[in-house]
């Protein structure tokens, strides 16, 4: 039986338990700095909940004792702290972060770490650099690999052709910051909400475009051996227009508390979204050009006579494979795992990265 603290005891926090639980393999404690946020928390049996600020050091210190990982399910810009506090207690460490800063913290740390530290092991950063590092080993010569992900209502009905799906910080965050990509061989940071694409998947057309931490370390893993190396996030048509308007000309980019007060005022969360994954690979197999896609929708799943939206369910399944394949050996127990280390194959043959199979 291992002992996990889970932080954040919102939606990713609620289902990773869910999961974990059931298998009678896992003790989960949900920790979170608010109250009302445990008691809202999906009641299970064996689940324990405790009262939590992971920014103070001596407590989150206690909390991590006797544990064998921790997983950050708090907002972004607390994921240091947490990760800071596994590197101190030598336990293993997992978050599903698309923050490029704080990634850069974790794997600093883990030059010396006496466990695994395993950031950007969600859905995006996450899955997606386990795909497209299947799809690059197939190959040859690698010309170019695109990697597209969203999480996107079924039923939208704003000019935004937009809900809230999960984190209102962490879209900002990714509409904003600068986007990590190889062009023409070169690795590179490109601007967030540009290179835009269109494209079309059973009849439903979408567009897509840069965002940032969706590429995780892919970028660093795959240098020099492909030309062209993009992440993207895909939307509805007309939804990266709307959003420069509100980033760029009326500069809400520079006052994200106001942004995401605008957000959260005026566009309601659905549970009732898709998760569209697409994937692109050109190069040459037997000096032949040759090209390679993996596509694949996930939609809401009843797990424990409780409906998941398709984002809880693909961030919570992977963080969860992710920690079983670590407690089954089957990764580095130590130092910096990225998570295009992981074989497509073992993922999706995981008792939870089966949520994924297409």
């Not at 695994?116 to 010309?143: M, N, R, W, Y």
């Not at 809880?312 to 910096?336: E, N, R």
Request: aromatic share 6%; net charge negative.
């Amino acid at each position: 039986m291992r002992d996990i603290l889970v932080v954040g005891a919102g939606n990713i926090g609620d289902m990773i338990a869910a999961l974990l639980l059931p298998t009678g393999d896992y003790r989960v404690t949900i920790a979170d700095r608010a109250e009302a946020a445990l008691d809202r928390m999906t009641p299970q049996e064996g689940l324990s909940k405790l009262v939590l600020d992971a920014t103070d050091p001596v407590a989150l210190a206690a909390a991590l004792k006797d544990k064998f990982a921790v997983i950050s399910a708090a907002p972004y810009h607390i994921t240091a702290h947490i990760a800071r506090a596994a590197y101190a207690a030598g336990i293993h460490y997992l978050d599903p972060t698309e923050d490029v800063a704080s990634t850069k913290i974790v794997k600093e740390l883990s030059a010396t770490a006496r466990a695994a530290l395993i950031p950007q092991c969600g859905l995006a950063p996450g899955f997606i650099a386990i795909v497209g590092k299947h799809l690059a080993d197939t190959f040859s010569e690698l010309d170019t690999l695109r990697l597209r992900v969203g999480a996107l209502p079924r039923f939208p009905t704003n000019s935004l052709t937009y809900n809230l799906t999960w984190s209102t910080e962490g879209v900002i965050n990714e509409y904003c910051e600068p986007c990590e990509a190889i062009v023409e061989g070169r690795h590179m940071l490109v601007p967030a909400l540009e290179n835009m694409d269109h494209f079309s998947l059973d009849g439903v057309n979408f567009e897509a475009f840069n965002t940032s931490g969706g590429l995780g370390t892919l970028g660093e893993t795959l240098d020099g051996k492909v030309r062209n190396l993009s992440y993207q996030t895909i939307r509805y048509p007309g939804h990266r227009d709307i959003m420069k308007t509100l980033i760029q000309d009326l500069r809400l980019g520079q006052n994200r508390a106001l942004f995401k007060q605008v957000l959260e005022n005026a566009v309601p969360v659905t549970e009732q979204d898709v998760v569209v994954i697409f994937v692109t690979a050109t190069g040459k197999r037997a000096g032949k050009l040759m090209q390679e896609s993996y596509a694949n929708r996930i939609y809401p799943r009843t797990i424990g006579g409780k409906t998941w939206a398709a984002i809880q369910v693909t961030t919570a399944s992977a963080i969860c494979a992710v920690l079983d394949m670590l407690a089954d050996g089957a990764l580095p127990q130590k130092g910096f795992v990225r998570q295009e280390q992981i074989p497509l194959d073992a993922f999706l043959a995981n008792r939870f990265g089966k949520a994924y199979a297409a």
